[in-house]
């Protein structure tokens, strides 16, 4: 006797499929889907490392292993397929940044790993940050790019308020500290990469460091004296330039 949700036809196969065995094929053709979705970008990457700046979608389907009507059935065309490979690099840029940056419990530190982070990201794969840097002409790429600066500065913003209120001291710097602090690591990439790296990553990662720390430590300082105080310093120091 046959359940009241299924009806078998010829060879005792079930004529139609209930709701739930429906929404199960759906999720598992979407989840697969997904995967060669992903499989593509990461054959994009290769196929631009391999080819370089010029490279094209039949490049791209043939490290893929698929024919270009493939390809297409993923990505409209090479505007949107950049712009998932700028995702992707994106979200990696999110994932090494924001795991460094919520460990440092020390200020110097903090500052640090923001930048050994993000340069560690550039310098595994640089030519691939540099051509999406650069593509200005693919829709969206300088919206992802600008979020992505947005989101971790958000984050370290919220990491430099917290460390602010722990000193005791005022956390209104916290938000432009964060985003001078990203945007001058990413100025600097750019000139690491477009140069082919001069410095070693060390060496760039303390040399900023001690650059950006040196701007911090001084506002932290005098955020620390008094008001009077600090006026004074600044007027004292105006009159000695005036006597030389």
Same mark, same amino acid.
């Given at each position: 006797?046959?359940?009241?949700?299924?009806?078998?036809?010829?060879?005792?196969?079930?004529?139609?499929?209930?709701?739930?065995?429906?929404?199960?094929?759906?999720?598992?053709?979407?989840?697969?889907?997904?995967?060669?979705?992903?499989?593509?970008?990461?054959?994009?990457?290769?196929?631009?490392?391999?080819?370089?700046?010029?490279?094209?979608?039949?490049?791209?389907?043939?490290?893929?292993?698929?024919?270009?009507?493939?390809?297409?059935?993923?990505?409209?065309?090479?505007?949107?397929?950049?712009?998932?490979?700028?995702?992707?690099?994106?979200?990696?840029?999110?994932?090494?940044?924001?795991?460094?940056?919520?460990?440092?419990?020390?200020?110097?530190?903090?500052?640090? /790993?923001?930048?050994? #982070? +993000?340069?560690? &990201?550039?310098?595994? !794969?640089?030519?691939?940050?540099?051509?999406? @840097? $650069?593509?200005?002409?693919?829709?969206?790429?300088?919206?992802?790019?600008?979020?992505?600066?947005?989101?971790?500065?958000?984050?370290?913003?919220?990491?430099?308020?917290?460390?602010?209120?722990?000193?005791?001291?005022?956390?209104?710097? /916290?938000?432009?500290? #964060? +985003?001078?602090? &990203?945007?001058?690591? !990413?100025?600097?990439?750019?000139?690491?990469? @477009? $140069?082919?790296?001069?410095?070693?990553?060390?060496?760039?990662?303390?040399?900023?460091?001690?650059?950006?720390?040196?701007?911090?430590?001084?506002?932290?300082?005098?955020?620390?004296?008094?008001?009077?105080?600090?006026?004074?310093?600044?007027?004292?120091?105006?009159?000695?330039?005036?006597?030389?």
């Amino acid at each position: 006797m046959h359940s009241p949700t299924e009806v078998t036809g010829a060879g005792n196969a079930p004529a139609h499929r209930t709701p739930a065995a429906r929404s199960g094929r759906k999720d598992r053709w979407a989840d697969h889907r997904e995967q060669r979705r992903r499989a593509l970008i990461a054959a994009a990457v290769q196929a631009l490392l391999r080819y370089g700046p010029q490279v094209d979608m039949e490049q791209v389907a043939s490290t893929a292993g698929v024919s270009k009507p493939v390809l297409y059935r993923y990505f409209a065309d090479k505007s949107q397929l950049w712009l998932a490979v700028g995702e992707h690099v994106a979200a990696r840029v999110v994932e090494a940044v924001a795991p460094a940056v919520e460990r440092v419990r020390e200020e110097r530190d903090l500052v640090e /790993a923001t930048i050994d #982070a +993000y340069l560690g &990201v550039i310098e595994s !794969q640089p030519r691939l940050y540099q051509f999406l @840097v $650069h593509q200005s002409g693919v829709p969206g790429i300088q919206q992802l790019l600008a979020g992505t600066s947005q989101q971790v500065a958000t984050g370290l913003a919220r990491v430099i308020s917290d460390r602010l209120h722990t000193l005791g001291l005022d956390a209104g710097p /916290a938000e432009p500290w #964060a +985003y001078g602090l &990203v945007g001058f690591v !990413q100025a600097v990439g750019d000139w690491w990469t @477009v $140069h082919g790296q001069p410095i070693d990553r060390a060496a760039l990662t303390d040399y900023l460091t001690i650059l950006l720390w040196s701007g911090i430590e001084g506002v932290r300082r005098s955020a620390e004296l008094p008001r009077e105080l600090t006026r004074a310093s600044g007027q004292a120091g105006q009159f000695a330039d005036a006597e030389e």
